[in-house]
Antibody, heavy 114, light 108 residues
Framework: QVQLQESGPGLVKPSQTLSLTCTVSGGSISSGTYYWNWIRQPAGKGLDWIGHISTSGSTNYNPSLKSRVTMSLDTSKNQLSLELSSVTAADTAVYYC??????WGQGTLVTVSS | EIVLTQSPATLSLSPGERATLSCGASQSVTSSYLAWYQQKPGLAPRLLIYDVSSRATGIPDRFSGSGSGTDFTLTISRLEPEDFAVYYCQQYGSFPVTFGGGTKVEIK
């Protein structure tokens, strides 16, 4: 079955760029018609949709983050990636990659601190 | 942006009781694209219901969803011990995708 696994630095300094990867196993990232999402959750708070990228590579970003977000697919590695620039403490959260239909990774905690 | 408001914030019930969770939208949800998730501490959310009333794979039939337009409900017919968790609604018919603030179902 298809599984998702997020990875990346757990600590990022303020003003730097947060870079995360989601590795997809058990299926091809480019097959079917799916939306691959990034969602984050600050500790003790609710869920925020960051954006998505389709299997064709088209993107939609949350307007609140649009100026700082880039998502991409690497079909050769079966991975999707997230870059969030100019981070602040407010970007500290657990970051999840998901696929529409209810498939979620386990999440990765990213802390923004000097 | 569609704002989703969940009520109540906390629901205190006993096992075996019926739970009714509400999700109100600031404008009509497009094409009934409304989902419900369950989240337990330290875990990723789990999809329960999509398209207002369709149960996801493996979800027991004590979970049901209903509603239309701007008012939606998740009902758990008889609470099992494993159902005590936080529940979120999500709309995915309009961008940006948005979530409600959550309802915590706790043991009374």
């Amino acid at each position: 079955q298809v599984q998702l696994q997020e990875s990346g630095p757990g600590l990022v300094k303020p003003s730097q760029t947060l870079s995360l990867t989601c590795t997809v196993s058990g299926g091809s990232i480019s097959s079917g018609t799916y939306y691959w999402n990034w969602i984050r959750q600050p500790a003790g708070k609710g869920l925020d949709w960051i954006g998505h990228i389709s299997t064709s590579g088209s993107t939609n970003y949350n307007p609140s983050l649009k100026s700082r977000v880039t998502m991409s697919l690497d079909t050769s590695k079966n991975q999707l990636s997230l870059e969030l620039s100019s981070v602040t403490a407010a970007d500290t959260a657990v970051y999840y990659c998901t696929r529409n239909g209810g498939l979620w990774g386990q999440g990765t905690l990213v802390t923004v601190s000097s | 942006e569609i704002v989703l408001t969940q009520s109540p914030a906390t629901l205190s019930l006993s096992p075996g009781e019926r739970a009714t969770l509400s999700c109100g939208a600031s404008q009509s949800v497009t094409s009934s694209y409304l989902a419900w998730y369950q989240q337990k501490p330290g875990l990723a959310p789990r999809l329960l219901i999509y398209d207002v009333s369709s149960r996801a794979t493996g979800i027991p039939d004590r979970f049901s969803g209903s509603g239309s337009g701007t008012d939606f409900t998740l009902t758990i017919s008889r609470l099992e011990p494993e159902d005590f968790a936080v529940y979120y609604c999500q709309q995915y018919g309009s961008f940006p995708v948005t979530f409600g603030g959550g309802t915590k179902v706790e043991i009374k």
